[in-house]
């Protein structure tokens, strides 16, 4: 017989929400976000001592502290496909059997493939021509402002992945609807 730490230890990395192999290393990477936004606050308290305490207002601050909440937004994305939450209609989706929950399944990562498709293309023509001049050399869009950092190039590379990743937990997560077994919960409940 199994201790009870064993079982704990078991249903915390069975998470059921966790489909794919990459949707867990996904919602691994949500702890590493979750310190960037720890930073964004750390420079946001150091701006304001700066700022009015010193009087000596940083350049840096306010465009780091954007990046880093614009990035964590972005990754949010993925992070929410693999944990599976995603805005999805649970009035309907839970009150259907488990064979048309396969199917709407298989319906919405067919519509999501095709939307993440259509945004991975438009995401690369927008980080390419952040990265990349006219003439094809390479140079990073930058904000514009006396301290000028790339981020905006930034940003619009990390949309292009992003979207990447989620077209491939799609991909995944359709390959796993289509082989989901749904016949043994067809049967009456006196068989089981």
Request: charged share 20%; hydrophobic share 50%.
């Amino acid at each position: 017989m199994a201790d009870t730490k064993d079982l704990q230890d078991h249903a915390e990395s069975d998470d059921p929400e966790i489909r794919t192999g990459l949707d867990r290393a996904v919602a691994g990477s949500s702890r590493f976000f979750a310190w960037a936004i720890f930073l964004a606050f750390l420079i946001t308290v150091f701006e304001v001592i700066a700022r009015y305490v010193f009087d000596a207002p940083t350049y840096w601050a306010h465009e780091s502290t954007i990046f880093l909440i614009a990035a964590i937004f972005l990754v949010g994305g993925p992070i929410a496909l693999a944990r599976d939450k995603h805005i999805r209609v649970r009035m309907f989706y839970d009150s259907v059997s488990p064979r048309n929950r396969r199917r709407l399944d298989i319906a919405n990562s067919l519509v999501a493939m095709v939307f993440f498709a259509g945004l991975a293309y438009a995401g690369w023509i927008m980080s390419w021509k952040a990265t990349h001049t006219p003439g094809g050399e390479i140079h990073l869009e930058g904000t514009g402002t006396s301290w000028n950092p790339p981020t905006p190039a930034l940003l619009k590379i990390l949309v292009f992945l992003c979207v990447v990743v989620m077209f491939v937990q799609t991909v995944m997560h359709l390959v796993a609807a289509l082989r989901r077994d749904v016949s043994a919960s067809d049967r009456p409940t006196g068989d089981r």
